[in-house]
């Protein structure tokens, strides 16, 4: 019986353990106006239903401007979800150009309704028609995406830690249980 509780020990510590996953996110690559931004956003996010032009709420993120980093940039994306043309405001430059979200689903109740969507990866030129003096500014947006390796614990979780400590008062036992003996092997 005590045999086969102590094998249970590692199973149940493993079954309490958390799975570790890495976190999925878009990365943000924007050349233009003689600069280059990059900076990351989750590859799928929620927010609320407000207007049929869909105004994303501002996703704050951190980034780089042509290499230099600890930036912050204010995102938002406004769409009308499937339709033929949405714009990004990053930067206090607001860019035109094709559906950079995608709607994934919808939860909540009448009143209270979420839309969830997925950043569509790709290539895009985007247009920036207000900041422009003689014409359209053009810019190249680079959407690939990317995971985030999860970092291991500093201090050993406490899952570890109870398997650790199991295994230990097990064997112990067992050697107590034996008198101290070795444990006989077979031939």
Known sequence: MRKALLALLPLAAALIHPAAHADTTDLFTITGDSSTYTFTLPQQFTFPISLHLVTVPTLTTAGTIDGVGSKTFDVTFFTGIGNTGDSLTFNDITLAG??????????????????????????????????????????????????????????????????????????ALTRLHRGGRPIPTKP
Do not use: C, M, R
């Open 98 to 171: 094709p559906p950079l979200i995608s709607f994934i689903s919808q939860t909540g109740t009448p009143g209270n309704l979420f839309d969830t969507a997925a950043i569509n990866s790709g290539s895009y030129q985007l247009i920036d028609l207000a900041n422009s003096i003689k014409g359209p500014d053009f810019y190249h947006l680079t959407i690939a995406p990317e995971t985030t390796p999860i970092n291991p614990p500093a201090v050993p979780e406490p899952a570890t830690l109870l398997l650790l400590a199991t295994g230990t008062v097990g064997a």
